[in-house]
């Protein structure tokens, strides 16, 4: 293959001084921003990898833990309950002094209201 002389031929340009320090100073800011970029990808890639380290051990440990309450039930005897007792679920709003509690916030939470508005109307003044 012959080099075309015309194709290897240099091309040259001509800037002022201020012109090219600024372009070096550019190229330099760019060189320093491509290198912090770098340095978080790798960090990223650091802390990505031990997250996927965790989530794994994790959901091993989840199996493992899995796996010892099935046996535990299996090993438990079954005990079987009247149909009296069936499958009700509990309401919280049976309890008794649980309409105490409700009266006792309520009364509090109207109390700090008023407080609010009678602040609110001395600033008016």
């Known amino acids: 293959m ?6 290897s031929s240099v091309i040259h340009l001509r800037l002022e001084y201020d012109d090219a320090v600024d372009s070096v100073k550019d190229i330099l800011e760019i060189e320093k ?5 770098a340095k978080k990808i790798k960090d990223y890639l650091y802390v990505r990898k031990d997250e996927l380290k965790i989530k794994s051990s994790l959901s091993r440990k989840s199996k ?11 090993n438990f005897p079954q005990v079987k309950t009247p149909k009296v007792f069936g ?4 309401d919280f709003d ?19 209201q008023e407080k609010l508005n009678s602040l609110e109307r001395r600033q008016r003044y």
Do not use: A, H, V, W
């Open 2 to 7: 012959k080099k075309n002389p015309e194709s």
């Open 33 to 37: 921003s491509l290198m912090i970029l």
């Open 64 to 74: 493992e833990t899995k796996s010892i309450m099935k046996r535990m039930i299996d």
């Open 87 to 90: 499958k009700k679920s509990f």
């Open 94 to 112: 049976k309890i008794e002094g649980r309409s105490k509690i409700d009266s006792s916030i309520e009364r509090q939470i109207y109390e700090i």
